[in-house]
């Protein structure tokens, strides 16, 4: 009871105040500043850039690059060759999770490469 009359409240003082919720729906324009867009252009989009290469570049190694999706599966196959199904299981499944963010990964490289052409390089 006491919870409803809170909620209540709050919904009328927002009523009352005109304050409204966005619709999912409505586009929203973000406006940055100068110095907001050379941040962006001169800190931020140089280690984005760095990470995902770094990132994608030891997803893609083969075996013996550590932390690839290939050296997880040989990691699986050593667990497998030990009678470990479990683990060997659970790496190969790690290795699968690995190999679909590449697909985000290169999203996010073209981003960074689409912002850098069209706010970084015209300035």
Do not use: Y
Not at 83 to 104: I, M
């Amino acid at each position: 009871m006491r919870n409803t009359l809170i909620t209540a409240a709050v919904t009328a003082s927002l009523v009352l105040t005109g304050t409204a919720t966005a619709s999912a729906d409505e586009p929203v324009t973000i406006t940055l500043s100068a110095e907001q867009v050379r941040f962006l252009c001169e800190k931020r989009l140089p280690k984005i850039e760095k990470r995902v290469d770094r990132l994608l570049t030891r997803i893609n190694g083969d075996a013996e690059v550590r932390g690839s999706a290939e050296w997880l599966r040989a990691r699986a196959g050593t667990e497998r060759e030990a009678g470990r199904e479990t683990s060997a299981q659970l790496l190969e499944e790690r290795a699968d999770r690995r190999l679909d963010r590449v697909d985000d990964l290169t999203r996010i490289k073209q981003w960074a490469t689409d912002f850098g052409t069209d706010h970084c390089e015209s300035k």
